[in-house]
Every structure is written in C-alpha cells, then in structure tokens.
C-alpha cells in the first residue's frame, strides 16, 4: 500500500498536483548528486513534512525525465539544449526554468606522483582528441597517455566536448566510465592516467594547473579563481523547472539559494552563486 501511495503522489506531481505529505523528485547530474542529496537531507531535517527523493545517472537522463515529465526538479552540470527546449515546449507549453546554483571549476585529474604539474587548453584538448598520447609531449616521462573520461549522457562530457575540445570528438581510446567517482579511483590507481569532472571529486589524486595559453598563468580551481573567473574551465550548475517553480518546490530552491543553502554548495566543494 505504501509503494501505491507513493505512486499515486509521484504520478500527481508530474501534472503540478501536491499532497499534504509532499514528495519532491529531483535527478540529473552524476557531478551534482553528492550536493542534491546534502541539500536534500538538511532540508527534510527542517521540514518533516516534506520528502525529496534524489537520484542521478547524468545531466541528458535528468532533462529527458524533466521532459517526459518523471521528475520535477533536474539537476544539469551543463545549460539545456535548445532541442531539449523544443521538446519541453511541445509537451508542457514551457521553454523550462533555469537557475544556477553553484559554480564548479571543471578539475583535470591526474596521478599524485605524475610530474607533469600543468597544461594548457589546447594540450588538454590535443590528449583528449588523440593528437597528443605521451606524456613526454608535455613534459613528462616518456610514457603512453592513459584518457579517462565520462560517458555520452553526462552533462560533463557534453560540456567537455564543446567548450575544451570545441566540438571536435573524443579519442576513441578513451575510457568511458560511469560517474565521476569512477573517474577519480581510476586515475588514482593509473600512475599515467588523465581524466576530468567536478572539482568536489577530486580525493586522492592531484588536481592538474590550467592555462588559457602557453603564455597565460596557471591556475588551480579554487574560490579565489572560480570568483574572478580566471580558472579557465569554470562552468555554472543549474537546476531546472518545467514551469517557474510554486508552492514547496520553490520554497525548496528559495532555500537552496539563501546562505544556509550555499554554504552547503562550500561544505561538499563548490562554489557559492552568491
């Protein structure tokens, strides 16, 4: 009976119906699912009479179920396409909602024993397009380029892709893997492995200096970079809305964005909106 009741609750939110013991579901975004469930557990500690019910799988899968209308809240490490718009639009009358709510400096991973310390962009696009695959082409030891990376749903590799490889495919060697946790155990045990995510992952392995150019400064993700904008990889993380959110779910983001809500977004290891 509990399951049904669940059910029935999950089934009306879909259609913007809440019940007195109010069900929030929210999916998406692998980078973003330690901080939705740390959001999430603080706020219901608040409000007993609220659930929020959190789940990730990648940023496309969180917008495909805010389209198919199976979730009410996505989280996404990358902005909606405008054919995911389309689609919004043609079902729900709605182009959606975005609101950002914290910022990210997308971290390149390496080995805490590799020597290389920084690269510049286009190094980094040159090994995650192939055109580079030894470490001594960079500076390192004469030693093949291990790549690591995400797969084709998360909204860090789409934002990879466009922005650092600017539209051009990954190396077919690269090895896909499933979350960003998965990332960083894999290049902490890869002496020669690279890989890439959210700056919140980055345990036990050694966070990679970037350059704009060969004659810009280094610089590491940190508040201090990710406020003046200097770390060249910084990115927003949004939350999205079928419609501009009413009643607990605002009252949830509302929350989300005040103080107590951003200094949950430090507390996990990213950076404050405000």
Request: net charge positive; hydrophobic share 35%.
């Amino acid at each position: 009976m509990k399951n049904l009741f669940l059910a029935v609750l999950f089934g009306l939110a879909a259609f913007g119906f809440r019940g007195p013991g109010d069900v929030i579901t929210v999916k998406g975004s692998d980078t973003m699912v330690i901080l939705a469930q740390r959001w999430a557990e603080l706020y219901m500690g608040k409000n007993s009479d609220v659930t929020i019910q959190v789940t990730g799988g990648g940023s496309g899968i969180g917008i495909s179920a805010l389209i198919n209308g199976t979730t009410e809240i996505c989280n996404s490490s990358r902005p909606m396409k405008n054919s995911e718009r389309d689609k919004l639009k043609q079902r729900f009358n709605s182009l959606g909602v975005e609101i950002k709510v914290a910022k990210d400096g997308l971290s390149i991973y390496v080995s805490e024993s590799n020597t290389v310390k920084e690269l510049t962009l286009a190094q980094i696009k040159d090994i995650y397009t192939g055109k580079i695959t030894n470490w001594k082409h960079v500076g390192g030891p004469d030693k093949k380029i291990i790549v690591y990376g995400r797969e084709n749903s998360s909204g860090t590799y789409v934002y990879f892709r466009d922005f650092v490889l600017q539209g051009e495919d990954f190396t077919s060697t690269m090895q896909s893997l499933p979350g960003t946790a998965a990332v960083v155990n894999a290049v902490s045990k890869d002496k020669f492995g690279i890989g890439f995510g959210g700056a919140a992952y980055a345990k036990g392995i050694h966070i990679m200096r970037v350059k704009k150019d060969a004659s810009s400064q280094a610089f590491e993700p940190n508040a201090e970079t990710i406020k003046s904008g200097s770390y060249p990889i910084t990115r927003y993380l949004y939350l999205y809305t079928r419609t501009r959110p009413t009643g607990q779910i605002k009252e949830y983001i509302d929350w989300i964005l005040s103080p107590e809500g951003q200094q949950v977004v430090q507390k996990v290891g990213y950076f404050p909106v405000k």
